[in-house]
């Protein structure tokens, strides 16, 4: 590892270059080696482990289910769909929010729930759950409210909703900043 003095404050610190597999990676796999050395930087040390990365498969992919809270997490959209409550995504605002907003929503609408979403204003509203939420969910009669890319950090405010019934299941990949986890209903976090 080294490290680079950007700034006073910052230091960007680097994997040295690992050349000896760098190029059989790139031999290998016909890959340039940079594309190696990034595979190398992920911890993809063989060419059976980098193979998997590049061409990846839905097989390829873990149970969902061994989330601990899945199930859960499940029954609560299963009950929302049955007795026709009104669901809120509420997405943050970079680029694995607003995807996973937009396939959690486009499920949801295909499965027949009525579903609305929200994505903050990045400036004024900032990342996460904001204090707002309360109030528009009570707007808009939401029942149960799941994040994308978002929550993990959000305690009061996910507390105020579970105070006011409304479900709220955290899916998020952050991790907890005070190492203690929010009231929500149900938490959906490979970090967890």
Known sequence: MC???????????AALPDIHL???????????KILAQLLINRGIKTKEEARKFLNPKL??????????DMHNAVKLIERAAKNKERVMVFGDYDVD???SLTLLKTTLSKKGID?????????????GLNKNILHLAKQKNIKLLITADCGTNNHDEIKELRRHNIDVIVTDHHESVSHNLPPATNIINPKV
């Open 115 to 127: 579903v609305v979403h929200y994505l903050p204003h990045r400036i004024k509203e900032g990342y």
């Open 3 to 13: 490290s680079f003095n950007m700034h006073a404050h910052k230091i960007l610190k």
């Open 97 to 99: 929010g607003i995807t």
């Open 22 to 32: 760098q190029n059989i990676l790139s031999k290998e796999l016909g890959i340039s």
């Open 59 to 68: 097989g390829h992919l873990l149970d969902p289910y061994s989330f601990a």
